[in-house]
Antibody, heavy 120, light 107 residues
Framework: QVQLVQSGAEVKKPGASVKLSCKASGYTFTSYAIHWLRQAPGQRLEWMGWINGGNGHTKYSQKFQDRLTITRDTSASTAYMELRSLRPEDTAVYSC?????????????WGQGTLVTVSS | DIQMTQSPSSLSASVGDRVTITCRAS??????LAWFQQTPGKAPKSLIYDASSLQSGVPSKFSGSGSGTDFTLTISGLQPEDFATYYCQQYNSYPLTFGGGTKVEIK
């Protein structure tokens, strides 16, 4: 079955970077986009961006444009999300999700989520 | 950005009840709306896409309707596993945005 497995929880200091992974299985990685999203405590879900698993094209939310990079390794069927210049308000659960069909911009399935804590 | 407003934010219902959750977009989004379910400790689960299309494997007790700015998710015959938080999400335009969630609790 289609599955996305994310890397483990991270604790970072303000100003640092974090790079999370999302390993896909059960489908052809290069045929679908992978999205990254996050939910901070008590806040709404936020969409961060996506990467085309085939050609590597990316689309980012303007909110994160300056400090976000999404990449992928097709040989490992894995997508990565790097967020730089972390602030305490970046503390959140970060999730990856495969694109839906036919529109690429809904999500199915989702990864299990990764908690990132930013604290001095 | 398109604002998505869900109501109610929470509701109490009994096993077997039928519940309806509404989602309103701040501007027209055609039928580019998805619904998903989240239970504590589990990954979110997609239920509905394109406002009314049932995702594969999702039971038919879930149904969605609407177009433009007003949408509904209806759950018929609530079962214990349906007590969860439900979210709407628009994908008419970037950035993709979400409703604030509706928590369905056991009465």
């Amino acid at each position: 079955q289609v599955q996305l497995v994310q890397s483990g929880a991270e604790v970072k200091k303000p100003g640092a970077s974090v790079k999370l992974s999302c390993k896909a299985s059960g489908y052809t990685f290069t045929s679908y986009a992978i999205h990254w999203l996050r939910q901070a405590p008590g806040q709404r879900l936020e969409w961060m961006g996506w990467i085309n698993g085939g050609n590597g094209h990316t689309k980012y939310s303007q909110k994160f444009q300056d400090r976000l990079t999404i990449t992928r390794d097709t040989s490992a069927s894995t997508a990565y999300m790097e967020l730089r210049s972390l602030r305490p308000e970046d503390t959140a659960v970060y999730s990856c999700a495969r694109q839906g069909v036919p529109s690429i911009n809904w999500f199915d399935p989702w990864g299990q989520g990764t908690l990132v804590t930013v604290s001095s | 950005d398109i604002q998505m407003t869900q109501s109610p934010s929470s509701l109490s219902a009994s096993v077997g009840d039928r519940v309806t959750i509404t989602c309103r977009a701040s501007q027209g989004i055609s039928n580019y709306l998805a619904w998903f379910q989240q239970t504590p400790g589990k990954a979110p689960k997609s239920l509905i896409y394109d406002a009314s299309s049932l995702q594969s494997g999702v039971p038919s007790k879930f149904s969605g309707s609407g177009s433009g700015t007003d949408f509904t998710l209806t759950i018929s015959g609530l079962q214990p596993e349906d007590f969860a938080t439900y979210y709407c999400q628009q994908y008419n335009s970037y950035p993709l945005t979400f409703g604030g969630g509706t928590k369905v609790e056991i009465k």
